[in-house]
């Protein structure tokens, strides 16, 4: 479906805690080794929040960031999005915490749960209510600390995930908006693949493990996304009209390198077109396109005007493909 936006992305902050989790730190709480997270994964290191230190700590530091960063005010901010599946609170939500902290008063607030594909939904949101007059400057900000969550007598998803909080800046621009077309989509029959137990422990009559850790088939989980991805991409492409010679950036959920490895192969993008952030992050869900966003800035790598293919995809099963103008000139 082709879009006819009136909104850019014009700043971005990010924020990751200081606390290192390495591989050989892993090594000592569970039976692996470097080489088999490595080789499996590409992960290197991930970031752990403290224990006083939660989402919202880390999405205020995220905006503080992109405050920093942006050549402008946020005093006229009029929505805030956050995407996060490890809020502080059920209620109330990491936007409001983040409103009272900045203490902006005439600003909507708001959360939403897409688990890993928060970020780009938060975008598309963003995007529509500024495209259609709703709203002229949104904060989208994703953020995680999946260690609190995170099962580390479970050997084969506790190397996995880390914690990282990314904000990016919406504004109204009708002379050369950013966003160009999506995809979006859910496979909610493969929501027993990834889940998180909540108020009920049971779906559809089959008990859930987990007692609110997370718990995930990561099998399924990679089968459904090798093979669904790279077909959202040519969708995506065949809607705007361009080719893969169009994209200079491809930036999917930073789920697993190898993952990201073969929907490359199978899409035909060069894998140094990948933008990512599992390395040195490991998977921080709706945070990981952000945080991937931002090294690639700080690296002098994406640049304002580049063409980005961004894709989130998570539990759920849901996903929302994009291509957008980058717009941010830090």
Known sequence: METLSKARISAIGAYVPEKRLTN??????????????????????????????????????????LKNRYHGTLDDVDMIIVSTTTADY???????????????????AVDVNATCAGLTYGLHIANGLITSGLHRKILVVAGETLSKVTDYTDRSSCVLFGDGAGALLIER??????????????????ARHLYRTGLRSDLKGEKLLGAGKMVQNGREVYKWAARSIPEGIKKLLEQAKMDLGDIDWFVPHSANLRMIESIC??????????????????????ASIVLALDLAVKNKKL???????????????????????WGASV
Not at 48 to 62: H, V
Request: proline share 2%; with cysteine.
């Open 173 to 190: 621009e009708e002379k050369a908006p950013g966003f160009i077309t999506f995809v979006q989509g859910t496979k909610g029959d493969g």
């Open 303 to 325: 640049k304002e005007g580049d063409t980005v293919l961004l894709y989130g995809f998570g539990g759920g099963f849901t996903y929302t493909g994009m291509l957008v103008k």
């Open 90 to 108: 059920a209620f109330p939500s990491t936007a409001c915490q983040i409103q009272e902290h900045f203490g902006w008063s005439d600003t909507g």
């Open 265 to 286: 192969e199978k899409a035909g993008i060069p894998l140094e077109k990948a933008l990512t952030s599992v390395e040195w992050f490991g998977n921080t869900s709706s």
């Open 24 to 65: 050989e730190d892993l090594e000592k709480i569970v039976d692996t080794s470097d080489e088999w997270i490595v080789q499996r994964t590409g992960m290197k290191e991930r970031r752990l929040a403290s224990e006083w230190e939660f989402t919202s700590d880390l999405c205020i530091r995220a905006v503080e960031d």
